[in-house]
């Protein structure tokens, strides 16, 4: 019995075969790996104004979740971690930023920080009440003529 080679194009076919097979494998896996477990509940601390990564990330660590393991949890740890996840919904701060020429924006990017959340805020009664308020302390500290 003679076996029959194969040719180049039943090569190549085969061979995407064995790709595309490998590739929806991955695709499984993958979504698998990143299934959402519906019995935690998501706790994320959202930044303030002027807080890198760092500092939010501190904050959820030293702030919120001990007082969540004290509050409601008193003191069991493990608890805490089966029932709740974590993380730090960032939104970024300008004091991140860097200029071109490599130095940090630091402190000056806080201004930018006040003017986003004074955006987000302005089609609301209460952000025109907070930025009024703002305006007339700054106004007061740096204008006024006391001695």
Known sequence: MQRRSQSPSEGSQ????????????????Q????????????????NGIMTTKKEAQIALDETLKPAILHEIYNGDKAEMNRMHHFDVAYNFSMKDATLPNGEKVGLVGGVFDLLESYEQLKDTSVG???FDYLV???????????P
């Open 128 to 130: 025109w009440e907070m």
């Open 14 to 29: 085969m061979i995407r075969r064995i790709v595309f097979s490998l590739f929806l494998l991955l695709i499984g896996i």
């Open 31 to 46: 979504l698998h790996a990143n299934i959402i477990n519906e019995y935690q509940t998501d706790i994320y601390y959202g």
């Open 136 to 146: 007339k302390i700054i106004n007061e500290a740096v204008f006024s003529n006391k």
